[in-house]
C-alpha cells in the first residue's frame, strides 16, 4: 500500500510544468559585485538571453497557431 502512495506522490502535476521560475530568476536576478566580468561573460550571457526569448516565443506561437 505504502509503494502506491509513494508512486502517485512522484508523479509531476500540470502546475508543475508551467513553473518558470528559475527562467524568471535568470532574466531579472541581482547582480553580483563579486562575478569577474568581461567581455565573453557578458556577450554570452546576452547570447543566452536572446536565444531564450526566441525559444519562448517561438513556443508560444506554436501554442497560439495550433489553438486558433
Given at each position: 500500500m505504502e509503494n502506491?502512495e509513494?508512486?502517485s506522490?512522484?508523479k509531476?502535476?500540470?502546475k508543475?510544468?508551467?513553473q518558470?521560475?528559475e527562467?524568471?530568476g535568470?532574466f ?5 559585485p ?8 557578458r ?5 543566452n538571453?536572446i536565444s531564450?526569448?526566441?525559444f ?7 501554442i497560439?497557431?495550433r489553438?486558433?
Amino acid at each position: 500500500m505504502e509503494n502506491k502512495e509513494q508512486k502517485s506522490s512522484d508523479k509531476n502535476t500540470i502546475k508543475e510544468y508551467f513553473q518558470l521560475g528559475e527562467v524568471a530568476g535568470y532574466f531579472f536576478r541581482k547582480k553580483d559585485p563579486n562575478r569577474p566580468t568581461n567581455f565573453s561573460i557578458r556577450s554570452m550571457h546576452v547570447i543566452n538571453k536572446i536565444s531564450m526569448t526566441v525559444f519562448l516565443l517561438g513556443i508560444i506561437y506554436l501554442i497560439a497557431k495550433r489553438l486558433f
